[in-house]
């Protein structure tokens, strides 16, 4: 199984950024996708959801109305579309593919950094 993120990089604060994440090596149709960040020194952050079969997303209060969770079960990629980016967005994004059912399921890319600075 593998997750790979692409798509970090360094932004000024208000810009936007688009992060992908490639599923390969298990069914995507079979899991939730969702994406966490990590900024240094703090733990890890839940930032948003999509259900499995694309029904219905969610995201965390610090995001929300401002990042967008997308998936093509097609491709196998997850994105994640960030607009409105601010220094406190600065972190590590990874991608986690959670089974919809079996919760203790999980695979986790290697992560893609976000820079949100002037």
């Known amino acids: 199984v593998q997750l790979v993120e692409s798509g970090g990089a360094l932004v000024q604060p208000g810009g936007s950024l688009t992060l992908s994440c490639v599923v390969s090596?298990?069914?995507?149709?079979?899991?939730?996708m969702r994406w966490h960040r990590q900024a240094p020194g703090k733990e890890r952050e839940w930032v948003a959801t999509?259900?499995?079969?694309?029904?219905?997303?969610s995201y965390g209060d610090s995001v929300k109305g401002r990042f967008t969770i997308s998936r093509n079960n097609g491709a196998r990629t997850v994105t994640l579309q960030m607009n409105s980016l601010k220094p406190e967005d600065t972190a590590v994004y990874y991608c986690?593919?959670?089974?919809?059912?079996?919760?203790?399921?999980?695979?986790w890319g290697q992560g893609t950094q976000v820079t949100v600075s002037s």
């Open positions: 090596g298990l069914p995507i149709s079979n899991y939730d």
């Open positions: 986690n593919a959670r089974h919809s059912r079996l919760y203790d399921i999980n695979y």
């Open positions: 999509i259900t499995s079969d694309v029904s219905s997303s």
